[in-house]
């Protein structure tokens, strides 16, 4: 089970739970755990090859769900500027509804387009 951080076309950045549920939880029960690892780096592709993915919910982000991924910016290369821009922008972004996209990879390409 995972925390979607972010999302890009190189990769998606997740918050990590080793929690288990014999049955699909609800959002209440999943807003209540803390991550085994705050903030990992996936190659987005692999979301592709996973049939298994369910959206279950969604809960804004703040600056507490967002502090592994800051360390990893800043270990990236980031400012501490541009570190603080993006995570506003993110937890902006973390308000809105849930976009339908299409994932597709194309030779070894991942190709990312709006559903209708």
């Given at each position: 089970?995972?925390?979607l951080?972010?999302f890009n ?11 288990k549920?014999s049955?699909?939880p609800?959002?209440?029960e ?5 991550p085994?690892?705050?903030h ?9 090859s ?11 982000l703040?600056?507490d769900d967002l502090?592994g ?9 980031l400012s ?6 993006l ?7 973390s308000h ?8 597709e ?12």
């Amino acid at each position: 089970m995972f925390r979607l951080l972010d999302f890009n076309r190189d990769a998606y950045h997740a918050a990590l739970f080793t929690d288990k549920f014999s049955t699909i939880p609800t959002l209440s029960e999943l807003v209540e755990l803390s991550p085994f690892i705050g903030h990992a780096p996936v190659d987005a592709r692999a979301l592709v090859s996973n049939d298994d993915l369910r959206l279950i919910g969604g809960k804004p982000l703040t600056h507490d769900d967002l502090e592994g991924y800051m360390y990893y910016l800043n270990e990236y290369g980031l400012s501490k500027e541009e570190t603080d821009e993006l995570v506003e922008q993110i937890i902006s972004f973390s308000h809105e509804p849930p976009l339908s996209i299409r994932l597709e990879i194309v030779g070894e390409e991942l190709i990312i387009s709006e559903r209708e």
